[in-house]
């Protein structure tokens, strides 16, 4: 288990302030970037369930950020991102796609959005030791 899962899997189990999906992705990799845990929350703070709308799942948008932070931006290391994640839950992306098929499972909700946050945490973290970042 890296660093960055270890930190995320820390937020997410915090009972004394609530990290949104978003927040706790951004978070590990934002503190290794040299910005603060509050700037990050700031910043990822409306990206939680997907953006406060149930579009894309803060989870991915938070991974999104986090490789921004360390200049991955490139089409095909993007791509890549959203084809992996799309792989491994039927081709969605959105909060309120993944949330009603996990509901329709029987399955409780924060440990689906767990799941979702060190899914994109690990595959951010794989992507930057890949690229030497």
Excluded at 4 to 22: G, I, Q, T
């Amino acid at each position: 288990m890296n660093d960055f899962r270890k930190r995320a899997e820390e937020l997410r189990a915090c009972e004394s302030r609530h990290y949104n999906c978003a927040q706790a992705v951004v978070i590990p990799f934002a503190e290794k970037a040299g910005y603060t845990e509050e700037m990050a929350l700031r910043f990822a703070a409306n990206f939680g369930g997907g953006m406060k709308m149930a579009s894309v799942c803060g989870a991915i948008t938070g991974g999104l950020m986090a490789l921004g932070l360390f200049g991955v931006e490139d089409p095909q290391t993007i791509g890549r991102y959203f084809r992996t994640i799309k792989e491994k839950h039927d081709g969605y992306l959105e909060c309120a796609d993944l949330l009603r098929i996990n509901k329709e499972q029987g399955k409780p909700k924060k440990p689906h959005c767990d799941a979702m946050v060190f899914e994109c945490v690990d595959l951010v973290a794989e992507i930057l030791e890949e690229k030497g970042l």
